[in-house]
Nanobody
């Protein structure tokens, strides 16, 4: 089993920034592609960003392109989501997840491919 713990969420003003972190344990971190997802009240879960095992390839939802950056540090067993230029519509619970993809250079935007999920961290953006 892999345990994932997110941190870094909180309350921010519109236009502000936060840095979300996710520290998986229990499995070899570099064996997994990672993703960030979010779910706002009354809405479906949305893929925000994803990153390959190598860290060389990334995916972003159109709604966050240019504002969010996903990265990973395999030496520190941590994946990050830098969120800038926050908007009230970014308010949601943010989850990190791990996917066992075969290729080091592959990522996935499909939640169904992720085997392990964290408990989530709340991000609230005030206008």
């Amino acid at each position: 089993q892999m345990q994932l713990v997110e941190s870094g969420g909180g309350l921010a003003q519109a236009g502000g920034s936060l840095r979300l972190s996710c520290a998986p344990s229990g499995r070899t971190f570099s064996d997994y592609a990672m993703g960030w997802f979010r779910q706002a009240p009354g809405k479906e879960r949305e893929t925000v960003a994803a990153i390959s095992r190598s860290g060389d390839n990334t995916y972003y939802a159109d709604s966050v392109k240019g504002r969010f950056t996903i990265s990973r540090d395999n030496a520190k067993n941590t994946v990050y989501l830098q969120v800038n230029s926050l908007k009230p519509e970014d308010t949601a619970v943010y989850y990190c997840a791990a996917a066992a993809l075969l290729s080091r250079n592959s990522y996935s935007s499909r939640a169904s491919q992720y085997s392990y999920w964290g408990q989530g961290t709340q991000v609230t953006v005030s206008s």
